[in-house]
Each structure stands twice: as C-alpha cells, then as structure tokens.
C-alpha cells in the first residue's frame, strides 16, 4: 500500500486521501495499485455504504500522473524501467475503468487543482458518483501542453459534453473553474472550501445510504454564491460549437483566424503553442469515441499511449516543460498545414492483436 494516499473506514464511509503534496499529489504506480486494491476490496463489503476520495493539501486534488517519472523511464529503456511505464497506464486505465463502474456511491471533492489523472479518477460516468467542486478548482485536460491527448478515458468524457465544449478542452487544454466545470457537467454541486469538514462530517452521518441527498442539502445554501450561467463557457458556448465543428484541426484553425474577437484570438494563440500533431490525433480520438464504451475507448487510448512514446513527442513535451523548462518543444512537424492523415492513423494501428491487448479483459 502507498504512503502516499491515506486510507480509513468508519461510519459506513470509506475514505481515500491523496497525500503526495510535493508533487501535487501526481499519480505514481504505487498509487494508483493502493486506489484499485481498496476499491476492490469495499465493492463487496457490506460494511462500507459510500467511498470519499480527497486530498490532504489544499493546493491540488491530484495534478495528473507522474511526468518526471514517465520522461525518466522512457529516456532509460526497457532496462531502466519502461516496462513499469507500461505497467502504470494499463493499471491506471483500468482503474478507471473500475471507477465508472463503481458500485457504490464515490464521491470525489475536487478542491484546487484537478487535472489528467486527476480527472480520471474522477470523471465517472457510474450514476452514484458525486463530484464536488470549491471555489478553488482548477481543472483541465492539458496533455496536448505537453505532446500527449486527453487519456485516461477523456476521448469518453470529453466526447460526451454537450455541444462541442469537450473538443474545445481537449484540444486546447483550457483550465476551467467551478462554475465551468458545473456548466459543462464535469461536477455535481459547489460547496466552499471552508465548509468541506462539515460536509464530511454529514457524510460520515449518513444512514440511510443516500450520500446523493445528503450532499444536494447541505449544498443548498451556497448555491447562490455561484453561477454557471455567467461563466466563461456559458459566455461562448455559441462560439466554441461553431469554431470547434470540424474534423480537421485546420479547419478549425482557419475558423478561428476569421474572428477577431479576443476569445477567439485567446484561442487560436493557444492552439499554435501546441503539438500539431497531437492536436489532430487528440481530435480524431474525441471523434471516434462517440461512438464508443468506456471499456473500447480505454483500450484504445492504451494503444494511442505506446504509439505516444514510440514516436516520442511527448517525451520531447515533458522535456521542454518539465524537465529542462526551456518552453520551447521542438514539434514534429512544428504546423499544422504539414500534419498528414498517413501521421495521424499509426496512433490508431493495433499495438496487439485483440488476444493479447493488455486492457482486453475489459468489459
């Protein structure tokens, strides 16, 4: 078990707390194995009603997974650890995988900063589930930021947002707040951050097994310190479903360079920082899992992740932004306009026939 993340039952409430606060709570193999074990393990224990996955820092829920760690293991090879990074994205997936099937109500407080991973634990689309925001949140899908795509199951989350609200936060890696995050339905309810202990305590209250109400209450009288109709979603909703329409990324780059207005601009300006490539592979992702399970967008987004490093944009990604902190990745190709469907297509070419897929007894 990790010492990273605290783990405690009582009141019929099982409780999950990250606890890496140096690293903003990042995900590393460790515990993402702890978070599936006791997960596991209360499915089918009557004794726990309800589990409550926080943070113990006030600074971040969880910031994503560990890039030092995946930047490390992939510049050593096989011998300097790769086959853990193998491991940790089929073990993460299929995590999430556990989580939008959760049996049980999983109430996550998504207090300060929520992103990549952090979504994942979080985004599940099982009815019971229960997210919570503050007036700290901060959350986003900002792989392509660093040469990847909104994983995790975010080709599932993301493509399933009205409109095309969830093609605009893939594709940018727009940070977005409380009021957004209602406004999209990537959380439930708001409740400040000063009144959480008491939330809990009510929690830990609760006898009757319905968490969901419990919540919607004590939630009640806050509700009007906030206001998913004025957020900045809300202001440009019409804008983001027109601009981000298309199926090709230069299309939409072209629909942008036509509005002058300053979101518009803020927008594109955003786009032109990225990877071009993986903009238009993260845009072919959000299109194809429409259609498609949580289970075969996993499975697919496990695919996408080892055509990722064996092309090794994202390694280049993490290096300019993490690791040497130049800021300035050297993209290939560095446009958009060079960007081919032939580049796009070996993300989406099996890494494993059907038999051996690392993810396939997913169901």
């Not at 940790?88 to 929520?114: C, M, Q, R, S, W």
């Not at 939330?199 to 209250?205: A, F, I, K």
């Not at 429409?290 to 944009?313: K, N, P, Q």
Request: glycine share 6%; charged share 20%.
């Amino acid at each position: 078990m990790s010492t990273d993340i605290l783990v405690s039952s009582d009141h019929r409430l099982a409780r999950l707390t990250l606890n890496r606060p140096d690293a903003m709570n990042s995900l590393s193999l460790d515990m993402v194995r702890t978070l599936a074990a006791s997960l596991q393990d209360w499915q089918t224990d009557e004794k726990i009603h309800a589990v409550l996955i926080d943070s113990s820092t006030p600074k971040a829920f969880c910031a994503g997974g560990d890039i030092h760690f995946f930047h490390e293991v992939a510049c050593a090879g096989l011998q300097g650890g790769s086959a853990l990074l193998e491991d940790f994205f089929t073990e993460e997936y299929a995590l999430n995988h556990l989580i939008h099937h959760y049996n049980k109500p999983y109430i996550a407080i998504l207090d300060g900063i929520v992103m990549g991973g952090g979504m994942g634990i979080t985004q599940s689309s099982a009815p019971t589930c229960i997210r919570i925001v503050t007036e700290r949140t901060r959350m986003a899908m900002p792989e392509v930021k660093i040469g990847l795509f909104p994983d995790v199951g975010g080709g599932y989350f993301l493509s399933h947002l009205s409109g095309e609200i969830g093609t605009y936060l893939g594709l940018t890696g727009e940070i977005i707040g409380a009021a957004d995050a209602l406004h999209a339905g990537l959380a439930h309810v708001f409740v400040p951050r000063k009144a959480l202990p008491d939330l809990v305590r009510v929690l830990e209250s609760v006898a009757d097994r319905d968490y969901a109400a419990a919540i919607t209450t004590f939630a009640a009288p806050y509700q009007t310190q906030i206001s998913s109709d004025e957020c900045v979603l809300a202001k440009h909703r019409a804008d983001i479903d027109r601009h981000f329409s298309y199926d090709t990324v230069e299309e939409i780059v072209r629909s942008l360079q036509a509005d002058a207005t300053p979101f518009a601009q803020k927008m594109l300006e955003n786009l032109l920082q990225r990877s071009p490539l993986m903009v238009s592979v993260t845009l072919e992702q959000i299109r194809r899992a429409r259609t498609m399970s949580i289970a075969d967008c996993l499975r697919m987004e496990r695919t996408m992740v080892r055509r990722c490093f064996e092309h090794g944009e994202v390694v280049e990604g993490i290096r300019a932004l993490a690791i040497d902190k130049d800021q300035q990745p050297q993209w290939r190709p560095a446009s958009f306009e060079a960007v081919t469907k032939e580049m796009i297509a070996p993300f989406f070419t099996a890494a494993w026939p059907d038999y051996a897929h690392p993810l396939r007894m997913l169901a």
